[in-house]
């Protein structure tokens, strides 16, 4: 599966952002997905997941209550809207795929990633 991130950008803190990730190849809802962000010099960490058909979702205690995974079989496409943003949050963040299961670290397909920038 090939995976296109788009929707990141510059934002004031407390503002909003809708990211989404289009999917392409091998059949989406065979896949559970996943955002991850890295921050400047840090190491890459777990944002959210969902499951094949969306009944089942996963987010990072950081997260937990302002961002929101969601996904669209038809549509092949996998989205994460971003609210009551921090500085903190400012990060490229990737969507990825897991052709292996439910798990925070069993992703194997990767997408290039869409910045997201928060000022204070």
């Known amino acids: 599966v090939q995976l296109q991130a788009s929707g990141g950008g510059l934002v004031q803190a407390g503002g909003s952002l809708g990211l989404s990730c289009a999917a392409s190849?091998?059949?989406?809802?065979?896949?559970?997905m996943g955002w991850f962000r890295q921050a400047p010099g840090k190491e890459r960490e777990f944002v959210a997941a969902i499951a094949w058909r969306g009944s089942r979702t996963d987010y990072a205690d950081s997260v937990l209550g302002r961002h929101t995974i969601s996904r669209d079989n038809a549509k092949s496409t996998l989205y994460l809207q971003v609210n009551s943003l921090k500085p903190e949050d400012t990060a490229v963040y990737y969507c990825?795929?897991?052709?292996?299961?439910?798990?925070?670290?069993?992703?194997?397909?990767w997408g290039q990633g869409t910045q997201v920038t928060v000022s204070s």
């Open positions: 990825a795929a897991s052709s292996t299961g439910w798990g925070r670290d069993t992703y194997d397909y």
């Open positions: 190849g091998r059949a989406f809802s065979s896949y559970v």
